[in-house]
């Protein structure tokens, strides 16, 4: 008769803890950093995991370097950023740092959420009024958001908003974008 022969994993070495690993049903988890790899077994993979878990992120509009930015907020109390990030399929990529990919996928959904509401926030309709009994502009928002500002002309032909007229920042600066167009 054939005898079976017991198949044997090959054993590793963690890069963390020292420990010998093998991959079994879990996969090979490594990382890869500065052109090192580093293999790591399932106990300090899950502590690695757990030190970047992503409670907030601030993104901001202002590219640095061709990118938007985004600062973390982790779990431990780390903060990273601001950084550069680059948006992928289904996560964040941020060069030359190395995040788990839970973390990632956390900031992606931040970022969806993010975008979201900024898009609720831009200026659907504006319309600019200038007849000579009326004097107005009118902005309505994505989200529905409608706002009528009265203004004058001021001496030299600059338009002077209504000061008692009430504007979030966000329409603000896209009022004063269209009027520079």
Not at 73 to 101: C, R, T, W
Not at 125 to 134: A, H, N
Request: hydrophobic share 35%.
């Amino acid at each position: 008769m054939f005898q079976q022969k017991q198949r044997t994993l090959l054993e590793l070495k963690c890069s963390e803890c020292g420990k010998a690993f093998s991959p079994k049903n879990q996969g090979l988890w490594y990382r890869f950093l500065d052109g090192q790899i580093l293999l790591t077994c399932p106990t300090c993979y899950e502590k690695w995991e757990n030190q970047y878990e992503v409670i907030n992120a601030e993104f901001s509009d202002n590219p640095g370097y061709g990118l938007p930015m985004v600062t973390i907020y982790f779990k431990n109390g780390q903060v990273l950023g601001p950084v550069s990030y680059m948006a992928e399929n289904n996560h964040i990529e941020i060069p030359g740092y190395d995040l788990p990919m839970s973390a990632k996928i956390k900031l992606k959904e931040l970022a969806k959420a993010y975008w979201a509401e900024k898009e609720k926030q831009k200026l659907k309709t504006f319309r600019l009024v200038d007849t000579f009994d009326e004097q107005y502009i009118f902005a309505e928002t994505n989200a529905g958001d409608q706002y009528k500002i009265r203004f004058k002309y001021g001496r030299y032909g600059e338009m002077i908003l209504d000061p008692s007229t009430k504007l979030p920042e966000y329409v603000l600066k896209q009022i004063e974008q269209k009027m520079r167009e």
